[in-house]
């Protein structure tokens, strides 16, 4: 069955969705985006992307293209019509169509486009195999707080990570701290113990995924920090592993080529992966969704 | 008449020119363009634009989506098509279409969009009036030197330039030095009356206009130096003027709502958009073209 896209108004087949060459997301990437993770049907952290979506736009002075709630309603009939039941919706607005010119246009449409895609069922197992990560310069630019689609910079760090067999770049800032991996949270736990991700703030986005894992340790009275850490607590660390909407909680067992602890999956990391997966199918996602920078 | 834009092979009224939504340019900012002024009919500055595509399409790793003399004629085509005499043409070359990942898809062709448009000529006395620029953090990427397309962070400070009447940002880095306009290279001529501009490297693109300059500066045995300069040295500076293939050299006699010298446009600044013409209609643009970072 061929996919079906949401673009501008039109669900069209997704091999012929397509956008003017004066979308000022194609020349400027003038834009935002949010990727929701379908899990057995339903929407996850629903709430949180709406919010940082708001933040996103607000940010860069971007109008929605529609409200909310009918915004809402689009990325369910896209989630449908692709009959996907496991999955990601894939949600892009930028400030629209207009003559080449670096400032906000006059008038301008915002610019939807909305896509989905079937991904096999959350996996504890395949999860549950750790994964390489390799240590990178953070060259991005200082607004991290805003998921704008001016990605190339997260666009070159996978892939000088995938070229070397690993499948994240976890990136340094140049206080030597990790911020977080091209398209994931990083997270540690220390030799001593603690459960470490960076605080949020300009350098880091606040994953949806990161959230709900905040919220399932605390239901379950796990001790956290939100904190920098460095590479150095990194290259130490017991357990490692990343969050995001496609990784969900993913083990890293190496970093920069060395085992992280025992360079087995951690005992910790696995329990959160199992409090995390019981927490979505309980709370369809985190209930605490407003802080973004 | 209608414009023509080329599209991937074809020849396309410009309303109609479109891009699949999954185009590497429109989800993640990977690709880079180059804007050729058309001056007197001619292209200006050619062998530059070549040479720093070059360098940009290298360093991101993205194939030519054709030769480089196949491309010339096609640009050609598009100047003459849309019955440019004056004007620019606008490239833009990005990674192409692939499913929606982070790394570098393993085959895909290098997508390619042309545009052209009609501008008034040269105008030296609408040069001659002096504009205002203001200063703003740098906060863009690490690496300026490639002309990528991720220009969310320029259209913003440009922005922000225009909502207080200002004509271009420039921006300073976390030691006050000015790295460059948001669309143009910065230069002043200090209270000590050294022309100054800063040198290449990752923190600035190179400008096609600032290598004309350069290269007519030279010529006429103008001193200048390619050095850092402050904030401090720009608030204090005699002249100011910027460069781009759309501002050609353009005087700036306003820095951050202060008079720039006496507030009108210095005499170093009219000789250079004087040298600066002549050069560009004896020579059709710089001659050594090949120091991008």
Same mark, same amino acid.
């Given at each position: 069955?061929?996919?079906?896209?949401?673009?501008?108004?039109?669900?069209?087949?997704?091999?012929?969705?397509?956008?003017?060459?004066?979308?000022?997301?194609?020349?400027?990437?003038?834009?935002?985006?949010?990727?929701?993770?379908?899990?057995?049907?339903?929407?996850?952290?629903?709430?949180?992307?709406?919010?940082?979506?708001?933040?996103?736009?607000?940010?860069?002075?971007?109008?929605?293209?529609?409200?909310?709630?009918?915004?809402?309603?689009?990325?369910?009939?896209?989630?449908?019509?692709?009959?996907?039941?496991?999955?990601?919706?894939?949600?892009?607005?930028?400030?629209?169509?207009?003559?080449?010119?670096?400032?906000?246009?006059?008038?301008?449409?915002?610019?939807?486009?909305?896509?989905?895609?079937?991904?096999?069922?959350?996996?504890?197992?395949?999860?549950?195999?750790?994964?390489?990560?390799?240590?990178?310069?953070?060259?991005?630019?200082?607004?991290?707080?805003?998921?704008?689609?001016?990605?190339?910079?997260?666009?070159?760090?996978?892939?000088?990570?995938?070229?070397?067999?690993?499948?994240?770049?976890?990136?340094?800032?140049?206080?030597?701290?990790?911020?977080?991996?091209?398209? #994931?949270?990083?997270?540690?736990? &220390?030799?001593?113990?603690?459960? +470490? /991700? !960076?605080?949020? @703030?300009?350098?880091?986005? *606040? %994953?949806?995924?990161?959230?709900?894992?905040?919220?399932?340790?605390?239901?379950?009275?796990?001790?956290?920090?939100?904190?920098?850490?460095?590479?150095?607590?990194?290259?130490?660390?017991?357990? #490692?592993?990343?969050?995001?909407? &496609?990784?969900?909680?993913?083990? +890293? /067992? !190496?970093?920069? @080529?060395?085992?992280?602890? *025992? %360079?087995?999956?951690?005992?910790?990391?696995?329990?959160?992966?199992?409090?995390?997966?019981?927490?979505?199918?309980?709370?369809?996602?985190?209930?605490?969704?407003?802080?973004?920078?």
């Amino acid at each position: 069955m061929s996919r079906i896209a949401y673009v501008n108004g039109q669900y069209v087949p997704h091999s012929q969705g397509s956008v003017h060459i004066e979308d000022r997301g194609y020349q400027f990437a003038d834009g935002v985006y949010e990727v929701f993770a379908v899990h057995g049907g339903k929407l996850i952290g629903e709430q949180g992307h709406l919010d940082r979506l708001t933040h996103s736009l607000g940010e860069l002075q971007i109008k929605w293209p529609m409200g909310k709630r009918s915004l809402m309603v689009v990325v369910r009939q896209v989630v449908q019509r692709n009959h996907v039941k496991n999955g990601l919706v894939y949600l892009q607005i930028t400030r629209g169509v207009a003559r080449r010119d670096h400032p906000f246009p006059a008038e301008c449409q915002s610019a939807l486009v909305i896509t989905a895609r079937k991904m096999p069922p959350l996996d504890k197992a395949a999860l549950s195999k750790g994964v390489g990560v390799i240590t990178i310069p953070d060259i991005r630019w200082q607004r991290k707080d805003i998921k704008s689609i001016a990605l190339l910079p997260n666009c070159l760090g996978k892939q000088q990570a995938r070229s070397v067999g690993a499948y994240e770049a976890w990136m340094y800032n140049e206080k030597d701290e990790i911020t977080e991996g091209t398209s #994931a949270n990083a997270w540690i736990v &220390t030799k001593s113990g603690e459960l +470490v /991700t !960076r605080q949020v @703030g300009q350098s880091i986005l *606040n %994953g949806i995924t990161r959230l709900a894992v905040i919220e399932a340790a605390r239901a379950s009275g796990l001790a956290f920090s939100e904190r920098a850490f460095s590479r150095q607590e990194a290259a130490e660390a017991k357990e #490692a592993f990343v969050t995001s909407s &496609t990784s969900h909680v993913k083990a +890293v /067992t !190496r970093i920069d @080529g060395k085992p992280v602890g *025992n %360079g087995h999956v951690g005992e910790l990391t696995a329990n959160l992966l199992d409090l995390y997966v019981d927490f979505i199918e309980s709370k369809g996602g985190p209930v605490v969704t407003n802080r973004w920078n």
